[in-house]
């Protein structure tokens, strides 16, 4: 607290800034906000680059989950014979997908965002946090047009029409975002240091896959396992998803899991950002 | 008075040079294996210091290097400072800290305003990205806002001179216009306090010209700028006062002539003389230090123009060799070659067979070069093989001799690299001299 002193005879002037190690900055968010454009210039970047020389461009963010779900539809429905309790399983594969991709992208791309832009880091200061968070902005924004199209599509296949409960996906939708956010941070600020991550990352997504209820009913888990289910985020988000979709029809929400899968992705979101701001000062010499 | 705008008490900043690793990542497997041998020494041992102290196996490989140490420094508002000293002075770190890109390991720092560090030209720039769009990406980057570029937008364009190929990904540019987009941006930053990196060393000189008048402008307006720079032309005519870092340490702070003085006659390394190229940086991969000192004689860096000097080579040949090439190449800061020296194909009187070690001296009548910064650069060749090649292996300035100096303002390195002597007088054919 030696530099406090100092600090007292000059504090009228406006942007005096105290550098000095360790010293956690009250500036933090004060300069988040300043420099809050750079979020979307960067995922700007990030969507004006990705299909850059695809031949069909951001068609890739719907073929994703479209392919993916045609075949967990047959893998699931027909050939494992699983059943959706009379809901359209294509549908319900759709409300799982979607969101799992969501949250699949957003760990892939965030967890390598850090290394990606080592030049950036190396050269100019800004808060760190902006490039992890940018990345899941990039697949937030692809998962909005993914959801629009496939939502057509499935209004035109399955003459399905959305009940007007489906605005009842967004706070699922800031579940997922929050505990994207929170891993994404975690585990881009553990991939600086520790390269080991970068083979981690597919696999937890890989993993993730066949874990989370994407190609089934979340009710297919026995009773007394599923709070322990609910302990991946992502199976509170895609329950919630079938549910604002499809209503009780297929399955009546279970709120307890919900809860469950609410408290992790906060924790989650704590321990990540917590862990980032302690690590990213030395980020610059580490990376 | 609190009319600085940086004050730096006591600064430090420490690395942590580990020599036991290849790679320099640590993976996740080596801090597992630390963690579990350290508890293992804790059970074993649970009385003699215990795993995480400095001495434990493991620890003692790697090193503490203080890359700043000590610096004291009180910058005024609007003082434009250069900031000189050989490479791993400090000069970068010292940018860096300031510019919150690294984090001090000890000691303190107030700045009093708004900080823009350009410590390279282009950063965050992408190849796929067309010139208009990264004008807005690195804008945003380096803290400008998005109404801020668009009202800058026009003389952006205008300074860079790529107005045709705003339209055209960056990638599709040459280099000369990518550093050129890139450095406009950068100028039309409007911090209080601008931190710049030997940045200037690109473009083409009249870019390059063009960019130190920006400067200079900045500067006139009252901001406060800290320029590194191995170019002492530039940092003399931008600067006023100069901070010479030597080993992390600040070893003059004076007006800019007392410092680049300073700088100048310092020796290079500590063994007087002889500038050693064991592990040189420089040197291309693969190749043995068979070339293992350079000496400018006098050990001068400073040199003048049509002044004789001579240089040293030191060799080291563990086995015979027989007929050896020595090159001596001058190149100026861009990096191009201004002149070559060749033990071969120039008077010698060098034995046809060479082993162990030793010396070559070659000695030159006049100095041609023009007053400037340059570099030289070895290699060592047999026969259609090349044994050893260092790339700016010492850098020297050159200046007119002082009874001609009262011309050099005329010449400048839009001149050329050579001076060549002449007279000049009116013929018989005509004229109306009288």
């Given at each position: ?287 | ?126 190849p796929e990205l067309t010139g208009r769009e990264n004008i807005y990406l690195n804008g945003a980057i380096l803290g400008m806002g998005r109404e801020e570029i668009k009202r800058k937008f026009d003389e952006i364009v205008a300074f860079s001179e790529v107005e045709k190929f705003l339209d055209t990904p960056v990638k599709r540019y040459s280099s000369g216009m990518y550093v050129r987009l890139a450095f406009s941006v950068a100028a039309h930053l409007e911090p ?216 050099s303002c005329k010449w400048n390195s839009s001149s050329g690299m050579i001076y060549v002597d002449a007279d000049w007088t009116l013929g018989n054919g005509g004229g109306l001299s009288v």
């Amino acid at each position: 607290m030696k530099g406090d002193m100092g600090n007292g005879e000059i504090k009228n002037i406006k942007y005096t800034l105290h550098i000095s190690p360790g010293k956690v900055e009250i500036n933090y968010f004060k300069d988040l906000w300043r420099y809050r454009e750079l979020f979307l210039f960067l995922a700007w970047r990030d969507v004006l680059v990705r299909y850059k020389q695809t031949v069909i461009g951001v068609l890739w963010s719907v073929l994703r989950p479209l392919i993916t779900m045609i075949v967990f539809t047959i893998v699931f429905s027909k050939l494992a014979n699983l059943n959706s309790n009379g809901a359209p399983y294509g549908i319900m594969v759709f409300a799982g997908t979607l969101p799992w991709q969501f949250f699949s992208n957003s760990l892939s791309d965030s967890g390598n965002s850090l290394i990606a832009n080592s030049h950036l880091i190396s050269k100019v200061y800004f808060p760190r946090v902006i490039i992890p968070a940018s990345s899941v902005i990039v697949s937030f924004i692809d998962f909005l047009i993914a959801f629009l199209i496939m939502l057509a599509i499935m209004v035109l296949w399955y003459s399905f029409i959305p009940p007007a409960s489906i605005v009842l996906i967004i706070p699922f939708l800031a579940l997922a975002f929050f505990s994207s956010l929170g891993l994404g941070f975690l585990l881009s600020a553990l991939t600086v240091k520790y390269r080991d991550f970068r083979y981690i990352v597919p696999f937890i997504v890989q993993f993730g896959l066949y874990i989370s209820p994407v190609g089934f009913m979340s009710s297919i888990v026995p009773e007394k396992w599923r709070l322990l289910y609910s302990l991946n985020p992502i199976v509170g988000v895609i329950d919630g998803f079938r549910w604002a979709i499809l209503g009780d029809v297929s399955q009546p929400l279970w709120w307890p899991g919900v809860a469950v899968s609410a408290v992790v992705s906060a924790l989650l979101f704590v321990i990540g950002f917590g862990y980032f701001r302690n690590t990213e000062k030395a980020f610059a010499d580490v990376i | 008075m609190s009319d600085y705008a940086i004050k730096i008490e006591n600064l430090g900043k420490k690395y942590i040079i580990g020599h036991q690793r290849q790679n320099g990542y640590k993976t996740f497997r080596d801090v597992l294996v630390e963690k579990a041998k350290g508890a293992v020494d804790l059970l074993l041992h649970p009385f003699s210091g215990g795993a995480g102290a400095p001495g434990a196996p493991g620890a003692d490989e790697s090193e503490e290097f203080w890359a700043l140490n000590g610096v004291n420094l009180e910058i005024k508002a609007g003082e434009r400072i250069g900031i000189i000293g050989r490479n791993g002075a400090g000069k970068s770190t010292l940018l860096k800290i300031l510019s919150r890109i690294t984090d001090p390991s000890a000691g303190d720092i107030w700045i009093n305003g708004r900080v823009a560090s350009l410590l390279e030209v282009g950063t965050g720039f992408h190849p796929e990205l067309t010139g208009r769009e990264n004008i807005y990406l690195n804008g945003a980057i380096l803290g400008m806002g998005r109404e801020e570029i668009k009202r800058k937008f026009d003389e952006i364009v205008a300074f860079s001179e790529v107005e045709k190929f705003l339209d055209t990904p960056v990638k599709r540019y040459s280099s000369g216009m990518y550093v050129r987009l890139a450095f406009s941006v950068a100028a039309h930053l409007e911090p209080e306090i601008l931190v710049v990196d030997e940045v200037l060393a690109v473009g083409d000189a009249a870019f390059q010209k063009k960019c130190l008048g920006k400067m200079e402008e900045v500067g006139k307006e009252g901001r406060t700028i800290l320029f590194v720079s191995h170019n002492m032309a530039a940092i003399s005519m931008l600067c006023e006062r100069g901070v010479y870092l030597k080993n992390g340490e600040i070893s003059c702070y004076d007006n800019i002539e007392k410092a680049i003085s300073c700088y100048l006659s310092q020796k290079p390394n500590d063994q007087p003389g002889m500038n050693s190229l064991i592990g040189h940086p420089n040197r291309e991969k693969g190749l043995k230090p068979y070339l293992s000192g350079f000496e400018m004689v006098g050990n001068a860096r400073s040199l003048e123009n049509g002044k004789p000097f001579s240089m040293k080579i030191y060799y080291n040949f563990d086995t015979k060799i027989v007929s050896p090439y020595f090159y001596i190449i001058f190149t100026n800061t861009l990096g191009t070659r201004a002149f070559t020296l060749d033990s071969v194909n120039q008077n010698n009187n060098i034995p046809q067979v060479l082993e162990g070690r030793g010396e070559i001296i070659c000695n030159v009548e006049s100095m041609p070069l023009l007053p400037g910064n340059y570099y030289i650069s070895l290699k060592l060749w047999i026969q259609g093989q090349k044994l050893d090649d260092v790339e700016n292996v010492f850098s020297f300035d050159v200046e007119f001799a002082a009874d001609k100096n009262d011309n050099s303002c005329k010449w400048n390195s839009s001149s050329g690299m050579i001076y060549v002597d002449a007279d000049w007088t009116l013929g018989n054919g005509g004229g109306l001299s009288v």
